[in-house]
């Protein structure tokens, strides 16, 4: 063989085996990599530790818990690419379908006197109650669980929202500590919310009722805790029982590029409104029905003058939505506006209200 094929040889072989080599130097990089970042967690566990002693619970409590936490790294990939924020609205939407719907009917069918009864105690109409459920957990069927201490602690520990898990990571061992549930009881979803009402470990703090009197919270069975735990949290918000929270409307000719830009003068609207700016004005209804916006079928607005803010739907659609205060208070359950529409949407189609 001549000198230069020798060495192209030698040049081939050679380029063949970098690929094995820079593959073989990734994994010990990533393994490394690995076991810095499990010793940085399970310092910062320590250092949580000794905070939460500060903050009263109990050092029983603490040893209980912390040992079993384990990182859980599909929580963060989780946090980062939420429905509600990355899907368009009539991608979103598509959850009010008639299996939500039915099934909705379906658990008014069973539990409909305990749930009209409970919803009423809180000046809440029942139809959202139950569509928070249909959309939060699917009236209870979907599976939560997912170990609750190891989410919230990875996503404190992951930064982007540090903090507010770090308080979240409190709250839930504070239920444990209190006796409110034990550290097996604790299942939430990815995003480290509880039971069938995914609340957080300090909503549940805050807004969970043992409605009952059994002397405990039950959110993780279809009941009357369930029922006025979502109940109370809306009710909590300011909650008009004496309203809806908005309908579906036409737009003038021209669409949405007809009307005032979004954030043109208007009112000042309630308190538990003014924090969602993106929502745009606020007018009377009958400013609405001024500027040419009509009901869905093209008939006009309610005579009754309610502040109202226009949503409109995906770039180009024409669709819009006027909303009403408690749609804020739906907002405060989960400030994403595809959220709160589909809440209102099949709140209406399980109690067949039509516009």
Same mark, same amino acid.
């Given at each position: 063989m001549q000198l230069s094929s020798i060495k192209n040889?030698?040049?081939?072989? +050679?380029?063949?085996?970098? %690929?094995?080599?820079?593959?073989?130097? &990734?994994t010990d990089q990533q393994t490394a990599n690995g076991t810095d970042n499990e010793a940085a967690f399970q310092s910062w566990l320590a250092e949580f530790r000794e905070d939460a002693l500060a903050r009263g619970i109990s050092a029983a409590t603490l040893d209980r818990v912390l040992p079993?936490?384990? =990182? =859980?790294?599909?929580?963060?990939?989780?946090d980062r690419s939420q429905a509600e924020f990355v899907n368009t609205y009539e991608r979103y939407l598509r959850r009010v379908n008639m299996s939500r719907i039915?099934? +909705?009917? #379906?658990?008014? $069918?069973? @539990?409909? #006197? *305990?749930?009209?009864?409970v919803s009423a105690e809180y000046g809440v109409q029942h139809r959202f109650v139950v569509a928070i459920l249909g959309l939060e957990s699917n009236y209870g069927s979907f599976p939560i669980t997912e170990p609750l201490f190891s989410v919230i602690a990875t996503l404190a520990f992951d930064g982007r929202r540090g903090e507010m898990f770090?308080?979240?990571? @409190?709250?839930?061992? $504070?239920?444990?500590?209190?006796? @409110?549930?034990? %550290?097996?009881? *604790?299942?939430?979803?990815w995003a480290g919310a509880l039971g069938i009402v995914q609340f957080t470990p300090s909503s549940f703090l805050r807004r969970a009722v043992d409605h009952d009197g059994d002397g405990r919270i039950d959110l993780w069975t279809m009941g009357p805790d369930v029922i006025a735990s979502v109940a109370n949290y809306l009710s909590s918000t300011g909650w008009r029982d004496d309203q809806t929270w908005g309908r579906e409307v036409s737009l003038p000719p021209?669409?949405?590029h007809s009307l005032p830009a979004p954030q043109s003068a208007g009112m000042t609207p309630e308190a538990q409104c003014r924090s969602f700016e993106s929502m745009g004005a /606020?007018? %009377?209804?009958? &400013? /609405?029905?001024?500027?040419?916006?009509?009901?869905? #079928?093209?008939?006009d607005l309610p005579t009754r003058n309610l502040p109202a803010a226009l949503l409109? +739907?995906?770039?180009?659609? &024409?669709? +819009? @939505?006027?909303?009403?205060?408690?749609f804020c208070s739906i907002m405060r359950y989960n400030p994403a506006f595809r959220y709160a529409l589909s809440v209102s949407l099949l709140a209406d189609a399980i109690d067949d209200i039509r516009d």
């Open positions: 040889l030698v040049v081939l072989i +050679g380029a063949l085996l970098l %690929p094995l080599t820079l593959s073989a130097q &990734d079993e936490i384990r =990182q =859980q790294r599909q929580a963060v990939q989780a039915e099934a +909705g009917k #379906d658990l008014m $069918e069973e @539990y409909g #006197d *305990m749930i009209r009864e770090r308080n979240e990571l @409190y709250a839930a061992l $504070e239920i444990v500590d209190k006796g @409110y549930a034990t %550290p097996e009881m *604790m299942k939430s979803s021209g669409g949405e /606020w007018r %009377p209804l009958a &400013d /609405w029905q001024q500027l040419g916006v009509r009901r869905a #079928d093209g008939s409109i +739907g995906d770039e180009g659609d &024409d669709k +819009g @939505y006027l909303v009403y205060r408690n």
